[in-house]
């Protein structure tokens, strides 16, 4: 389940399992939205991005989905395995080149 | 490896003396952006940069730090006098150009001051 820790909140997720992330973002001006992984100890890692004329977008094993009604963003992991264990992050952009970055997510794949 | 090269990787200093990191972009890479990261945070902008230009340092405190990225070599961030709150994870990225292209991330210089 998902639970708010002392910082991060944590998702916890079985093996084999699907995994939701969500991020509200701030500026209805965004229009720009990236998710990044980071694993411990390493720099954020890009895995998806969506434009706000898109509302989903696929890769492979995951689906970003975007609400721009709402200002909210997810992250669909499929088949989560233990490599996907990390802390998930989504950026918005606005205007050109500032990302700003959410507070983050960490996953945690139970065996 | 093409990617977004960092150095060091981790540096320790005492109050007082002066840190630099160093950026190397991505092959093809000219755009430049260096955040900052606390324990258990998100990344937070700190400035922009394109050869020889600073274009956006709206998010790097004025005094004690500044940035470069010449046209030969590396960009460089450094933090004169440095202070306990300065240690963090510093993180450069690149981009081929700065409008809305994906920023890719190296793997960070954790700074402690001591």
């Known amino acids: 389940g998902e639970s708010v820790g002392l910082h991060l909140p944590t998702l916890s997720v079985q093996e084999g399992d699907n995994s939701i992330i969500n991020c509200a973002y701030s500026?209805?001006?965004?229009?720009?939205f990236i998710w990044y992984k980071q694993e411990s100890g390493k720099g954020p890692q890009f895995i998806i991005d969506?434009?706000?004329?898109?509302d989903k977008r696929q890769g492979q094993r995951v689906t970003v989905l975007l609400n721009k009604t709402v200002k909210h963003l997810s992250l669909q992991i499929a088949a989560t395995q233990p490599g996907d264990s990390a802390v998930y992050f989504c950026?918005?952009?606005?205007?050109?080149?500032?990302?700003?970055f959410g507070t983050g997510t960490r996953l945690k794949v139970l065996a | 490896n093409a990617g977004v090269m960092q150095n060091p990787r981790h540096l320790v200093r005492r109050r007082g003396q002066e840190a630099r990191l160093r950026c190397s972009p991505m092959?093809?890479?000219?755009?430049v952006y260096w955040y900052r990261q606390l324990p258990e945070e998100g990344l937070k902008f700190m400035v922009y940069l394109q050869k020889e230009n600073i274009i956006d340092e709206s998010g790097m405190p004025k005094e004690r730090f500044s940035a470069e990225f010449p046209k030969e070599g590396p960009s460089i961030l450094r933090i004169q006098q440095v202070v306990r709150g300065d240690s963090a994870a510093y993180f450069c990225a690149s981009s081929a150009s700065g409008t809305q292209e994906t920023q890719y991330f190296g793997p960070g210089t954790r700074l402690l001051v001591l």
């Open positions: 969506i434009r706000s004329n898109m």
């Open positions: 092959k093809g890479h000219s755009h």
């Open positions: 950026a918005e952009v606005s205007g050109t080149y500032k990302y700003i």
């Open positions: 500026n209805s001006a965004s229009d720009y």
